[in-house]
């Protein structure tokens, strides 16, 4: 059934359709949150338990980056064409049939089949990625980080909550004989599949199917708006967005992995969950904080505020690799250094780019942040079984580096475009 806001004759609310729009996505980030969250660090430690090998727990990261970047160009452009809401929902169907396979693959103790079904929870995290850019679909364009950060700090609440649940998901899934390590799960799958309701039914008028109509008629009386295509700045973008991702992925990933050599046993579960909970607060906490700065100051200042973070964060992961009170300040900087990055270059991706070709470069944003993360994990797990976690974290100083170059050369490249009078984003 259309949705009634698309309809061609008749005025649209804009702003009160944004509003719904906003608080729809910010409740299904919290359910997301929640059945991602809650399952995070199980994968490499599922890994490391099926394979028998610390250098192959990279590899469950590895897979479900790898799951998202190969669904996120797809995703986008069903969205481009049946709107947010069917690419949503198609997302959480395949992190439904993925934690089924997963808990399938620890009862069976089936590697490849436990990376299949990891891959397939990335597809759902493809369409959770994309949940940022719809709250920009209808936003003005000075409150697009703002409304698009407020979605990504949704996120904290399921985020925080999902990785405390692993512990009590150990005692439920013990107590209903499910493998050890996949107890979590059951909250996963039930938090998955309450979004899929809550997009399906109440995400409506489509944001982006919206936006596409309202650009094709606009206001009674105005001239269409000329949108500017700014591709240096987009390519800088997705470029910020996935190094900055690639940096937080591999040191994440190995975290569980780490930890299982500095906690004694039996309070690994307890560490891994507050550490990760810690990390995610980091992640969505303060977002919308960035925003705000990024709709202020600029979007590559914040952009660059986010890798002085990360880089306070690798520099305290490799001084203090041995203390868990060390890991745990780490990767809270490492979740605000993503953060700030993350929200600030998906910013600057939509305004340089029209509206017809978002959905595109959306998606080549996702599937390289996730296609190089995925490539990161893998070489992370390499790379810590050669130096270790604090060898790791000096090495992932190297794309924090190249994204600060990178800054440094559009600066040079938008002066260049100012003095022959062409426009620029901030």
């Given at each position: 059934?259309?949705?009634?806001?698309?309809?061609?004759?008749?005025?649209?609310?804009?702003?009160?359709?944004?509003?719904?729009?906003?608080?729809?996505?910010?409740?299904?980030?919290?359910?997301?949150?929640?059945?991602?969250?809650?399952?995070?660090?199980?994968?490499?430690l599922l890994a490391k338990d099926l394979s028998g090998q610390d250098a192959l727990s990279g590899f469950a990261t590895a897979a479900v980056t790898l799951g998202a970047a190969l669904t996120a160009i797809p995703l986008a452009r069903l969205a481009g064409v049946r709107g947010r809401r069917f690419a949503l929902t198609t997302g959480n169907v395949a992190a439904l049939v993925g934690i089924t396979l997963v808990v399938t693959a620890?009862?069976?103790?089936?590697?490849?089949?436990?990376?299949?079904?990891?891959?397939?929870?990335?597809?759902?995290?493809?369409?959770?990625?994309?949940?940022?850019?719809?709250?920009?679909?209808?936003?003005?364009?000075?409150?697009?980080?703002?409304?698009?950060?407020?979605?990504?700090?949704?996120?904290?609440?399921?985020?925080?909550?999902?990785?405390?649940?692993?512990?009590?998901?150990?005692?439920?899934?013990?107590?209903?004989?499910?493998?050890?390590?996949?107890?979590?799960?059951?909250?996963?799958?039930?938090?998955?599949?309450?979004?899929?309701?809550?997009?399906?039914?109440?995400?409506?008028?489509?944001?982006?199917?919206?936006?596409?109509?309202?650009?094709?008629?606009?206001?009674?009386?105005?001239?269409?708006?000329?949108?500017?295509?700014?591709?240096?700045?987009?390519?800088?973008?997705?470029?910020?967005?996935?190094?900055?991702?690639?940096?937080?992925?591999?040191?994440?990933?190995?975290?569980?992995?780490?930890?299982?050599?500095?906690?004694?046993?039996?309070?690994?579960?307890?560490?891994?969950?507050?550490?990760?909970?810690?990390?995610?607060?980091?992640?969505?906490?303060?977002?919308?904080?960035?925003?705000?700065?990024?709709?202020?100051?600029?979007?590559?200042?914040?952009?660059?505020?986010?890798?002085?973070?990360?880089?306070?964060?690798?520099?305290?992961?490799?001084?203090?690799?041995?203390?868990?009170?060390?890991?745990?300040?780490?990767?809270?900087?490492?979740?605000?250094?993503?953060?700030?990055?993350?929200?600030?270059?998906?910013?600057?991706?939509?305004?340089?780019?029209?509206?017809?070709?978002?959905?595109?470069?959306?998606?080549?944003?996702?599937?390289?942040?996730?296609?190089?993360?995925?490539?990161?994990?893998?070489?992370?797990?390499?790379?810590?079984?050669?130096?270790?976690?604090?060898?790791?974290?000096?090495w992932a100083l190297v794309p924090v580096a190249a994204v600060c170059g990178g800054a440094l050369l559009v600066r040079v490249s938008s002066r260049a475009d100012e003095g022959r009078g062409a426009a620029v984003a901030p």
């Open positions: 059934m259309p949705d009634a806001a698309l309809s061609v004759e008749g005025e649209v609310d804009v702003v009160a359709a944004q509003r719904r729009t906003v608080r729809t996505l910010a409740a299904g980030q919290v359910l997301t949150g929640v059945a991602f969250g809650s399952t995070l660090s199980l994968g490499a620890a009862a069976v103790r089936s590697f490849p089949l436990l990376l299949v079904g990891i891959a397939l929870i990335g597809a759902g995290n493809a369409g959770t990625l994309q949940s940022r850019f719809a709250a920009t679909d209808l936003a003005e364009p000075g409150r697009r980080g703002r409304d698009l950060s407020v979605v990504v700090w949704s996120t904290t609440v399921g985020g925080v909550v999902g990785p405390l649940l692993l512990a009590p998901g150990e005692l439920v899934g013990a107590g209903v004989g499910m493998p050890p390590l996949t107890g979590a799960y059951l909250f996963s799958f039930a938090a998955q599949a309450l979004a899929f309701a809550l997009y399906a039914l109440t995400l409506r008028p489509d944001p982006l199917l919206l936006a596409q109509r309202l650009a094709l008629r606009p206001a009674a009386g105005s001239a269409p708006v000329a949108e500017i295509d700014r591709p240096l700045l987009a390519r800088y973008a997705i470029f910020a967005v996935a190094a900055s991702h690639v940096t937080m992925a591999a040191v994440m990933a190995m975290t569980p992995v780490h930890l299982s050599h500095v906690v004694a046993p039996d309070a690994l579960t307890l560490a891994v969950g507050v550490t990760i909970a810690v990390h995610v607060f980091g992640m969505y906490g303060l977002s919308p904080v960035f925003g705000i700065l990024a709709d202020r100051i600029g979007r590559i200042a914040v952009v660059l505020l986010g890798q002085v973070l990360l880089a306070a964060s690798l520099g305290t992961a490799a001084a203090f690799a041995d203390s868990q009170v060390g890991v745990l300040v780490a990767l809270l900087l490492l979740g605000l250094g993503w953060s700030a990055a993350t929200v600030a270059g998906s910013a600057l991706l939509t305004e340089a780019t029209p509206l017809a070709g978002r959905p595109r470069r959306q998606g080549r944003s996702d599937t390289l942040m996730t296609a190089s993360a995925a490539a990161g994990s893998v070489l992370a797990g390499v790379i810590l079984g050669a130096v270790g976690y604090d060898g790791l974290a000096l």
